[in-house]
């Protein structure tokens, strides 16, 4: 079974710049979940999608995060503008509607320079 | 609210000995525990949970946490580490009334030296 895919892995950015993000959930997982992992820090939750709804957006910092998951497979998340405060591994996971695992993809390091 | 503290940023120690990794929670519900880990470029995998049941749980590669209601904790164990054991290590609590919602500590760095 194949793991949860992010791309890209690195992503080096000026601040101001735009950047998106693209995450491939396990398939049949209901639930995706986008991370944002500051270093020295633990992951931090910012958004939760249900199938194609959002169940949990209120750690997104709506000003300058998007997230969307359109048809309830894929997601996109986009951060316009980028500040220096962004710099993170954004993590993607995805969970069973029933299931309380998480599986995580290997995350995408974003630097705002 | 929930929160996680982990004390220990990075636990030095040497191969073969024990380690204790600890984890403190606060929670004014009831929650399931977790202990992740993150080896060096790589995503988060789950390496134990408890949901419910026995309160010692162990993991396919030696490690064991117990769920210490009493005490708030979840400390990770393992009586003899290997190298491969060197990555970062991340407790997390879910409440179990649904959401499915993870609130993770900061992480504990352990370094098993030769």
């Known amino acids: 079974e194949a793991g949860v895919a992010q791309s890209p892995r690195y992503k080096i950015i000026e601040k101001r710049q735009s950047v998106a993000f693209w995450c491939n959930p396990i398939s049949g997982h209901a639930t995706l979940y986008w991370y944002q992992q500051i270093l020295g820090q633990g992951p931090k939750l910012l958004i939760q999608?249900?199938?194609?709804?959002?169940?949990?957006d209120s750690q997104l910092p709506k000003d300058r995060f998007s997230a969307e998951r359109l048809k309830g497979v894929d997601s996109t998340l986009k951060i316009q503008p980028a500040k220096l405060e962004d710099s993170a591994v954004y993590l993607c996971?995805?969970?069973?509607?029933?299931?309380?695992?998480?599986?995580f993809g290997p995350g995408t390091r974003l630097t705002v320079t | 609210a929930q929160s996680v503290t982990q004390l220990d940023s990075q636990v030095p120690v040497f191969e073969e000995a024990p380690v204790e990794l600890r984890c403190n929670y606060s929670s004014s519900v009831s929650v399931y525990l977790f202990w992740y880990v993150q080896y060096p470029n790589q995503g988060l995998q789950l390496l134990l949970k408890?949901?419910?049941?026995?309160?010692l749980v162990e993991s396919i590669n030696g490690f064991e946490a117990e769920f210490n209601k009493s005490q708030t904790s979840f400390h990770l164990r393992k009586p003899s580490v290997h190298i491969s054991d060197t990555a970062e290590y991340f407790c997390?609590?879910?409440?179990?009334?649904?959401?499915?919602?993870?609130?993770f500590g900061t992480g504990t760095q352990l370094k098993v030296e030769l």
């Open positions: 408890y949901l419910s049941g026995s309160t």
């Open positions: 996971a995805s969970s069973p509607q029933w299931g309380y695992e998480q599986y």
């Open positions: 999608f249900q199938n194609n709804g959002v169940v949990d």
């Open positions: 997390a609590v879910m409440p179990t009334g649904g959401g499915n919602k993870l609130t």
